[in-house]
């Protein structure tokens, strides 16, 4: 985990992570700029959509990198 990571809860809908999820579509594209992890992303995916993402801390990257 690196200094970004967070947990989050798709399902809350009181939290904006949660809400983000809910409102996706199946099958929508998404570009996450400052993605950290993934870990929004990811949630996404499990949801059916597709993303891309970026972001500019270099252990973050490396962390995405890995777990491809």
């Known amino acids: 985990m690196t200094r970004y ?3 989050t809860e798709s399902r809350n809908q ?3 992570h949660g809400r983000v999820v809910e409102l996706a579509g199946h099958g ?13 992303g990811r949630q ?8 891309s993402g970026t ?3 270099p ?8 777990i491809r």
């Open 44 to 51: 996404l995916v499990e949801h059916g959509c597709e993303v």
């Open 5 to 7: 990571e967070a947990r």
């Open 59 to 66: 252990d973050d990257v490396a962390f995405l990198l890995e």
């Open 14 to 16: 009181n939290l904006s």
């Open 28 to 40: 929508e594209k998404f570009l996450e700029i400052g993605c950290a992890t993934g870990y929004l």
């Open 55 to 57: 972001d500019l801390d």
